[in-house]
């Protein structure tokens, strides 16, 4: 991949609609003919996103990332390789107004690129590391509601399929998963074996299907158990980052939210009262600063008094729970994120469940693409036998 820019212009703060309307606006008498006053005069009343650029649109995103690294939320390496990849753009695209942006022209990028790479002037993994940042970066437009779809999403997923690679590829066997019985029965010994923090983590990922990285990086500020949707109130929590030996980064190259349970909700407001959590920007599963001299403590930022519970500490209270629940077993914690993906198409969760486990274009959620194979369609609410237990005990 080429060498991260040194001399980057400034990257302008302005928000899209603060663009949009630094945009001089050109006087109606000088427009010519009356069909194109009236079209002018409509166009006013459209989105003033309209006319956001693509390479505009990646500069935004650019001063995101800068300013999450500047914070200590985010790596200086993602800075550096969204300054090395938005310079690689083609002038073409960089000048393309966002909402029009099509699947044809996602096509015709990823065929300038194979060309190149057919020519030897590009390596594989660079094209595909351009490839999946045009996608990424039209998902948080995406997700912003800037568009209205991923066209990128589309050619890609298209790609893989024909390659034999993606969806049918990654399905998972019924080793790999766990039925609701026995996600029930891995809680409960949770309860019973393991430190009360252990107990509640796992909960976490049992029942919203975050992997350990995401869910040892909540905070207390992710949770937003009073939030209301369409009259109703819909506690949920932010996925926002995800930890990796000493550093943080954005999850999943975008923000999610997952619904939270009844019996989660009451679990963890015990688990915050229990630890006396107020700050928002507390860790919900703290943990010791690294060791000094160590490989993390050189990512964690100097100031810090404190960091997340350890991968390799979580691991341990893994294998506690499954010698008991799962004696026979060696599956590690990622079961617990494929078992939400299997047993959840029966809890009723099955349009937004590839959403809300981060596989796939939020674009598809009226009709996912589940990587994985739906799993015991008899199996019955993990959450829903979760509260029977809870409401005997």
């Keep these: 991949m080429d060498d991260a ?53 990646a500069a935004q995103q650019l001063a995101f990332e800068r300013a999450c690294s500047a914070n200590g939320e985010g790596k200086l390496s993602t800075v550096e390789n969204w300054e090395s990849l938005i310079k690689a753009l083609p002038p073409w695209l960089a000048a393309m107004p966002l909402a029009s942006l099509k699947r044809r022209d996602c096509e015709r990028y990823f065929a300038e690129l194979q060309a190149a790479q057919t020519a030897g002037n590009l390596a594989e993994t660079t094209v595909e590391m351009r490839k999946r940042f045009l996608r990424a970066l039209v998902q948080r437009a995406r997700q912003a509601d800037l568009i209205d779809s991923n066209p990128c999403a589309v050619v890609l997923r298209a790609e893989r399929n024909a390659q034999g690679r993606g969806a049918g590829a990654r399905e998972i066997t019924e080793a790999q998963t766990l039925s609701a019985e026995q996600l029930v029965h891995v809680l409960v010994v949770a309860a019973c074996v393991v430190p009360p923090l252990f107990f509640v983590l796992v909960a976490v990922m049992l029942m919203t299907g975050l992997l350990g990285s995401e869910a040892r990086a909540l905070h207390l500020g992710d949770l937003e158990f009073d939030h209301v949707c369409g009259g109703v109130r819909r506690p949920r929590l932010c996925v926002r980052r995800i930890e990796h030996h000493g550093t943080l980064s954005v999850a999943g190259w975008e923000e999610r939210y997952v619904d939270v349970p009844p019996v989660l909700e009451a679990i963890l407001r015990w688990w915050i009262a ?9 860790w919900l599963f703290p943990g010791p600063l690294p060791r000094k001299g160590s490989r993390r403590a050189q990512h964690v930022p100097p100031d810090c008094t404190n960091w997340c519970v350890p991968r390799e500490t979580l691991d341990g209270a893994w294998r506690r729970i499954r010698s008991r629940a799962l004696p026979t077993s060696r599956l590690t914690l990622t079961a617990l994120h494929h078992a939400f993906c299997t ?11 590839c959403l809300l486990a981060g596989r796939t274009s939020i674009a598809q959620v009226h009709a996912p693409r589940l990587w994985i194979i739906p799993r015991h369609p008899e199996s019955g609410n993990v959450c829903g036998s979760l509260s029977a237990i809870a409401g005997r005990a």
């Design 5 to 57: 820019p040194t001399n980057l212009e400034p990257i302008s703060m302005k928000t899209p609609d603060e663009a949009a309307a630094a945009t001089p606006v050109v006087p109606l008498s000088h427009q010519g003919t009356s069909t194109r006053r009236t079209r002018r005069a409509k166009g006013t009343a459209k989105r003033t996103t309209s006319q956001l650029t693509l390479g505009e649109y």
């Design 274 to 282: 229990t630890r006396g959590l107020t700050e928002k920007d507390a």
């Design 343 to 353: 047993v959840s198409p029966a809890t009723g969760r099955g349009s937004p469940l």
